[in-house]
């Protein structure tokens, strides 16, 4: 079962009224299939990615149950868990149920690390509806005798490749072994892969399962661009963006992403070293670190931000008008993310990315994922003719050789690149 209008769904007034307000009218496929499943009180295994409006998709169903079945919560204790990987994802699962519930009566609080946990064990004091919260800090309340999950009813577990990826899984066997036997779950991952799969299996009884398509195509507003070079010259080849957008008439904000923390860190001493104002974020930064960033960012006072995937999920800038993939994204699907955060709310905006010989198979896969070839920008210092013929040799976007005259573009030349004037 699912609808294709909100007011069409079985949820309580208050509910139906900021949704009203917000000017919610269709929900999202996620939210359309899930929503009613869940109202049902079915366990839910859900493929779906960030983006997709699937925080909705569970947190209305928790708030409904929560407005019709009041409960007093013993102290410590919670009856709705949401796991999240991050203290952002968290930061954001926690607005979206302030936010929806503002008009229903209930208690919620955040648990994560990177902050002081005094605040954190004051508000488990006398229990809480819905507590969201990050692995690890959570075990450590939780082996301090702060937290108590007899009580818990509806457990979510989000972004679980995430969580795997970074090293969870045990932290979040050991939460559920915590967990009382009845309850419902509710399980959210961008991929299925089998320790997915087999992880679902041991929470989830009888469970629906709703799956949605992972976005594969890019904003027709964006221009991309791929360059191809030595590593060694992907920073002279980043400066020279960045003195362009400076120089710009109309200046905006520069998101740069790179694959590691520590990448991140070493790339925004260089960019300020260099007089480019630059702020890394990344997991090893503290939440108020991030935070501030990220309000410097938004208000231009650094308007370049370095970051990796996971620091950059969910921010939503309007005026990022140029992305720069310093490393590609071994994940398809985090390019299609990344280069999102441009051109958003129907403004215009270009993506670059930087290809060295060791990410060749990372941009094949990634123009395989959104059936299309990038063009490439030769016109600049560093172009590796040798390198983009290389590319050129294998196969298309659609699995095809390329023509020969796309094999012979760019000449015969190779080497470590090739000096042309600059645009």
């Keep these: 079962m699912k609808t294709n209008r909100f007011d069409a769904l079985p949820l309580a007034a208050p509910l139906q009224q900021v949704l009203k307000e917000l000017g919610y009218e269709e929900p999202s496929p996620i939210q359309a299939q899930a929503i009613p499943i869940l109202l049902q009180g079915k366990d839910l295994l859900g493929c779906a990615q960030t ?45 979206s149920f302030a936010t929806y519930g503002k008009l229903v009566k209930f208690r919620q609080t ?76 509710l399980f959210f991952s961008a991929t299925l892969a089998p320790n997915i799969v087999e992880l679902a299996q041991t929470i989830l009884k009888d469970p629906a399962r709703v799956s949605i398509t992972p976005e594969t ?31 710009a008439k109309e200046q905006k904000l520069t998101i740069v992403f790179s694959r ?7 790339l925004a001493k260089s960019l300020n070293a260099a007089g480019y104002p630059s702020e890394a974020i990344h997991g090893d930064k503290s939440q108020s670190q991030r935070e501030k960033a990220l309000e410097r960012f938004k208000k231009g006072l650094t308007p370049i931000l370095v970051a990796t995937d996971v620091a950059a999920r969910g921010v939503d800038v309007k005026e990022v008008g140029l992305v720069v993939n310093f490393d590609l994204p071994n994940e398809p699907e985090s390019y299609v993310h990344r280069i999102g955060r441009t051109a958003r709310a129907g403004a215009e905006g270009r993506a670059v990315s930087f290809c060295s010989e060791e990410e060749l198979e990372f941009l094949r896969e990634i123009e395989k994922t959104i059936r299309m070839a990038i063009p490439k920008w030769e016109d600049h210092d560093w172009h590796n003719v040798s390198l983009a013929e290389r590319h050129a040799r294998g196969k298309s976007a659609n699995g095809a050789k ?22």
């Design 110 to 185: 955040l648990i994560y690390g990177g902050v002081g946990s005094v605040p954190q064990i004051n508000a488990m004091r006398n229990g809480v509806d819905v507590l969201v919260a990050t692995p690890g800090r959570l075990l450590d309340l939780i082996d301090q005798r702060h937290v108590d999950l007899s009580q818990v009813e509806f457990f979510v577990l989000d972004e679980v490749d995430r969580m795997l990826d970074m090293g969870f899984l045990r932290d979040v066997k050991r939460i559920i072994s915590l967990l009382p036997s009845r309850r419902q779950s």
């Design 51 to 95: 983006g997709t409006g699937k925080t909705a998709s569970f947190a209305l169903p928790i708030l409904q149950q929560l407005h019709e079945r009041r409960k007093t919560v013993r102290p410590k204790a919670c009856r709705a868990l949401v796991l999240a990987p991050t203290r952002e994802l968290a930061g954001q699962v926690g607005k």
């Design 217 to 247: 195509t890019t904003a027709e507003k964006i221009e991309q661009r791929i360059c191809f070079l030595n590593r060694e010259y992907k920073r002279p080849l980043l400066e020279q963006l960045l003195r362009e957008q400076f120089e």
């Design 402 to 423: 390329p023509s020969a005259a796309k094999q012979s573009a760019g000449g015969g030349r190779s080497g470590r690149g090739r000096r042309r004037g600059r645009r």
């Design 260 to 266: 590691t923390k520590h990448g991140a860190n070493k």
